[in-house]
């Protein structure tokens, strides 16, 4: 809940750690980002050459991921067991975490669940969304340009993602 909802990054490399002790060899950052690189890439399919992974997190500027991945990743996710109690921790647009005040209207409010990231001058929204066709489709949208000062960067992030939802 606070790594993905409030997006505490603090909650996020404490977890990496746990994962280095739980499933490698001790509690460090490397082993942690071993485990994560292991498991992404051998159970969820994720090219290893789609990720750069140096933290737990994402604030590393040495950090790098594709849509691809992204969307891979959030596919197999989909298809688990443990997906719907884990999708409840995700942002749900409109309504809390760091997208509360996003997507406030209907169609989109309640029916986007996604993770923003932030890190200088790039943005993310990558999750899921409630189309008006009635389905539910995987997004990654990402910006490496985002200027100081202002949301315009964010602004068309989410009229392409409310663009995809009003389409399907």
Request: charged share 20%.
């Amino acid at each position: 809940l606070w790594t993905n909802k409030i997006s505490q990054n603090l909650h996020a490399e404490l977890f990496l750690h746990h994962l280095g002790v739980a499933y490698g060899n001790e509690g460090s950052t490397v082993e942690g980002a071993r485990v994560i690189r292991s498991f992404v890439t051998t159970r969820a399919g994720v090219d290893p050459d789609d990720f750069v992974l140096f933290d737990g997190s994402g604030l590393s500027g040495h950090d790098l991921i594709t849509p691809r991945a992204l969307g891979k990743l959030l596919s197999y996710a989909a298809t688990q067991s443990w997906f719907a109690d884990w999708k409840r921790t995700l942002p749900i647009g409109g309504e809390d975490g760091t997208l509360a005040a996003r997507f406030p209207n209907a169609p989109m409010k309640d029916h986007l669940y996604a993770k923003t990231g932030t890190l200088s001058e790039a943005r993310a929204l990558s999750g899921y969304v409630d189309t008006a066709g009635g389905k539910t489709l995987i997004f990654s949208v990402m910006v490496s340009t985002h200027y100081p000062r202002t949301n315009a960067d964010r602004d068309a992030m989410d009229k392409i993602v409310t663009a995809i939802a009003a389409a399907n």
